[in-house]
């Protein structure tokens, strides 16, 4: 049974591009969530997605978007990037059972460094 | 969500426990206290949750104080593959699963 898996693994993007990162949740798991993790930092949360919604929404600004597809799976877009977009971006999946989200499965990130 | 409190790092030697603290004293009755970790370069991994009642599983056991403001997490047998990046966070448990991380507690085994 794969884990949550996420693309790309690096990537090196110049300020002011666009990025879309993708995230594939574990089996069985509906809900995404997507965190943010700077050097040294603890992981900040984005947001979170179900049901194709945005659900929650951390404070980030709105170069942040999201998407959620039939299958579960998830991307982050970030648009205009800017030097402190770099860092780990994390995805996190769990199963939703009646209306409780419980315990997240993390990937293993995507670096993203803007230069 | 209630915030928490860790000391920013602690040493333990290997196949001794290591106990790591954790201070939550506005928690919430209805907040639960989860634990993760995350090991250099790799996503947070989900270890033990509980709400009042101490709870063990094969990773480690939770122990809650009675008030609930204070809980410690206990690797009965620390390994070199325990250092990690350890964090206490509570949370509603119908808050939709977003966690409120801290910068953890740096714990290092050494041999």
């Known amino acids: 049974d794969a884990g949550v898996t996420q693309s790309p693994t690096h990537l090196i993007k110049t300020r002011g591009q666009q990025v879309t990162l993708r995230c594939s949740p574990k089996s069985g798991h509906d809900t995404v969530s997507w965190y943010q993790q700077a050097l040294g930092q603890g992981p900040q949360f984005i947001f979170q997605?179900?049901?194709?919604?945005?659900?929650q929404r951390g404070n980030f600004p709105d170069r942040f978007s999201g998407h959620q597809f039939p299958n579960y799976s998830s991307e982050l877009n970030v648009n205009a990037l800017l030097l402190g977009d770099s860092a780990l971006y994390l995805c996190?999946?769990?199963?939703?059972?009646?209306?409780?989200?419980?315990?997240?499965?993390f990937g293993p990130g995507t670096r993203l460094t803007v230069t | 969500d209630a915030k928490t409190t860790q000391p920013p790092s602690m040493d333990c030697a290997e196949g001794r426990a290591a106990n790591l603290p954790c201070n939550h004293s506005?928690?919430?009755?209805?907040?639960?206290v989860y634990w993760y970790r995350q090991i250099h370069s790799q996503g947070p991994q989900y270890i033990i949750h509980g709400l009042k009642n101490n709870e063990t599983n094969e990773m480690a056991s939770l122990i809650i104080t009675e008030d609930r403001k204070s809980s410690t997490l206990i690797l009965p047998h620390a390994t070199l593959r325990d250092t990690a990046v350890y964090y206490c966070i509570v949370r509603v448990a119908d808050s939709w699963g977003k966690l409120q991380f801290g910068a953890g507690t740096q714990v290092v085994v050494t041999p």
């Open positions: 997605y179900y049901e194709e919604e945005e659900r």
């Open positions: 996190a999946s769990s199963p939703e059972v009646g209306g409780l989200a419980y315990e997240q499965y």
């Open positions: 506005t928690i919430s009755g209805n907040e639960y």
